[in-house]
T-cell receptor
Framework: GENVEQHPSTLSVQEGDSAVIKCTYSDSASNYFPWYKQELGKRPQLIIDIRSNVGEKKDQRIAVTLNKTAKHFSLHITETQPEDSAVYFCAASIAQAGTALIFGKGTTLSVSS | DADVTQTPRNRITKTGKRIMLECSQTKGHDRMYWYRQDPGLGLRLIYYSFDVKDINKGEISDGYSVSRQAQAKFSLSLESAIPNQTALYFC???????????FGQGTRLTVV
């Protein structure tokens, strides 16, 4: 079936460094690509999203890039802080699932001070 | 605040028992979803619904059933619970096809 691959599964950085998480998807009809942050014991919450008519989107320290030809998108976090430590999920809308969001397996980001 | 509410928040049940997880939303969204979260496996889609009469299976629907009682309510049932259904379950809603998903607080289910 259609899926979303996410790498790496764990990422450890020093405070102030940048972090990059990458995802690939298989459904060429996908048009919507959100990123969610899940803190321990909490529900996933949207941090940034991008639609297929845009190649890059930025919101303060967070940016997302999309390459539709290669079917991959990435999350970039600059100047990381300890409070960025969490699990991050990418997702893609999948046409075969009625444009439901199919999620990657997640990346556990640890930022040490 | 408009929100997505799940009940119960935690539940321990025995193998073979029937259990229902409930989700209600005040966001006015038509699209509702049930996901299951397991460590290292991310969020996997169980069922999704576009309205009361439109219900669809997701990636991992075996062993589960759902009911959309109203636009605002979407319930997930395990007819005969088994231990490998122990997981964190999330309900979510969306306004449209290329829009954000809003998640409930989650239900932690343990089958013993």
């Amino acid at each position: 079936g259609e899926n979303v691959e996410q790498h790496p599964s764990t990422l450890s950085v020093q405070e102030g460094d940048s972090a990059v998480i990458k995802c690939t998807y298989s459904d060429s009809a996908s048009n919507y690509f959100p990123w969610y942050k899940q803190e321990l014991g909490k529900r996933p919450q949207l941090i940034i999203d991008i639609r297929s008519n845009v190649g890059e989107k930025k919101d303060q320290r967070i940016a997302v890039t999309l390459n539709k030809t290669a079917k991959h998108f990435s999350l970039h976090i600059t100047e990381t802080q300890p409070e960025d430590s969490a699990v991050y999920f990418c997702a893609a809308s999948i046409a075969q699932a009625g444009t439901a969001l199919i999620f990657g397996k997640g990346t556990t980001l640890s930022v040490s001070s | 605040d408009a929100d997505v509410t799940q009940t119960p928040r935690n539940r321990i049940t025995k193998t073979g028992k029937r259990i229902m997880l409930e989700c209600s939303q005040t966001k006015g969204h038509d699209r509702m979803y049930w996901y299951r979260q397991d460590p290292g496996l991310g969020l996997r889609l169980i069922y999704y619904s576009f309205d009361v009469k439109d219900i669809n299976k997701g990636e991992i629907s075996d062993g589960y059933s759902v009911s959309r009682q109203a636009q605002a309510k979407f319930s997930l049932s395990l007819e005969s619970a088994i231990p490998n259904q122990t997981a964190l379950y999330f309900c979510a809603t969306r306004a449209g096809r290329n829009t954000e998903a809003f998640f409930g607080q989650g239900t932690r289910l343990t089958v013993v």
